[in-house]
Nanobody
Framework: QVQLVESGGGLVQPGGSLRLSCAAS????????MRWYRQAPGNQREFVAG???????ISPASVKGRFAIARDNAKNTVYLQMNSLKPEDTAVYYC?????????WGQGTQVTVSS
């Protein structure tokens, strides 16, 4: 099995920055494809960033130019750098590892953007 643990969330003012981390352990030896999602109360879970096995990244228009996903295979960790944060970015952020045999999720980390 695979375990994913997110960290780095917290309270930040509008316009501020946070870096989220997702540490993977268990039955994997390196990180290939990885995704970040977020979910606010009353909303559907929303895709916010992805990275392919080849290192290409993708993000939706809502966060483009503000969020960046990166990985460190030596540490089995994926990061989400969030800049120019807005109140509407407030949500629980989850990392996701899709594999042929299972779809793994972390427990989530809360991000609150408020003055």
């Amino acid at each position: 099995q695979v375990q994913l643990v997110e960290s780095g969330g917290g309270l930040v003012q509008p316009g501020g920055s946070l870096r989220l981390s997702c540490a993977a352990s268990g039955s994997i030896f390196s990180i290939s494809a990885m995704r970040w999602y977020r979910q606010a109360p009353g909303n559907q879970r929303e895709f916010v960033a992805g990275i392919t096995s080849g290192g290409n990244t993708i993000s939706p228009a809502s966060v483009k130019g503000r969020f960046a996903i990166a990985r460190d295979n030596a540490k089995n960790t994926v990061y989400l750098q969030m800049n120019s944060l807005k109140p509407e970015d407030t949500a629980v952020y989850y990392c996701n590892l899709p594999t042929p045999g299972a779809d793994y999720w972390g427990q989530g980390t809360q991000v609150t953007v408020s003055s």
